[in-house]
């Protein structure tokens, strides 16, 4: 029983250690440490955001994997990569990222409360609107284009990231 007992402290311990480095951490950092955002991050720089998404906030990120960026078009992502297409790379991480801490809990809440839908702001100034579909929270942007919510509560020092399924595209 105390072998046990000692087992339990060492985890929950642990899991209070991991959740205080985290926190440590900003968004930045947090997308930087995950080996499914390389694109992610490659994008943050090439659109010179890093000091950006590195300031107070807090911001909620909906964070696109590698796979998500890989469903674009042949050619799409390595064309937003180039220097001349930074407003247009600026217009769609922006088009990601909400102002405000808004947890998981938060999101499902702003739905229920909009009678099955919730219209976050983006702080590239459009709109996604936000449901649940099969028990999962699906985003929607303005074109029509879905992302389902696959990780929810990424905790940083400025703010939050979930991780989504597609590349949301402003109209």
Same mark, same amino acid.
């Given at each position: 029983?105390?072998?046990?007992?000692k087992t339990v402290l060492f985890i929950a311990a642990g899991l209070f250690a991991v959740n &205080? &480095?985290?926190?440590?951490?900003?968004?930045?950092?947090?997308? %930087?440490?995950?080996?499914?955002? *390389? *694109?992610?991050?490659?994008?943050?720089?090439?659109?010179?955001?890093? =000091? *950006? #998404?590195?300031?107070?906030?807090?911001?909620? %990120?909906?964070?696109?994997?590698?796979?998500?960026?890989? !469903?674009?078009?042949?050619?799409? &992502? @390595?064309?937003?990569?180039?220097?001349?297409?930074?407003?247009?790379?600026?217009?769609?991480?922006?088009?990601? %990222? &909400?102002?405000?801490?808004?947890?998981? !809990?938060?999101?499902? =809440?702003?739905? !229920?409360?909009? !009678?099955?839908?919730?219209?976050?702001?983006?702080v590239a100034g459009g709109k996604l609107t936000a449901t649940i579909e099969e028990g999962k929270?699906?985003?929607? @942007? =303005?074109?029509?284009?879905?992302?389902?919510?696959?990780?929810?509560? #990424?905790?940083?020092?400025?703010?939050?990231?979930?991780?989504?399924?597609?590349? #949301?595209?402003?109209?």
């Amino acid at each position: 029983m105390k072998v046990i007992k000692k087992t339990v402290l060492f985890i929950a311990a642990g899991l209070f250690a991991v959740n &205080v &480095v985290a926190q440590k951490s900003d968004i930045v950092d947090v997308a %930087v440490g995950s080996a499914d955002h *390389t *694109t992610l991050v490659a994008a943050v720089k090439a659109a010179a955001l890093v =000091e *950006t #998404l590195k300031s107070k906030g807090p911001f909620t %990120v909906f964070a696109p994997t590698n796979a998500a960026f890989a !469903k674009l078009p042949a050619g799409t &992502v @390595d064309n937003l990569l180039k220097p001349e297409s930074k407003s247009t790379l600026v217009a769609v991480l922006t088009y990601h %990222v &909400v102002a405000g801490n808004i947890n998981a !809990k938060g999101v499902i =809440e702003a739905i !229920k409360n909009g !009678k099955g839908k919730a219209v976050l702001s983006t702080v590239a100034g459009g709109k996604l609107t936000a449901t649940i579909e099969e028990g999962k929270v699906i985003l929607t @942007d =303005e074109n029509g284009g879905k992302s389902t919510v696959v990780a929810t509560d #990424l905790l940083a020092s400025n703010g939050i990231i979930h991780v989504i399924d597609a590349v #949301l595209l402003p109209k």
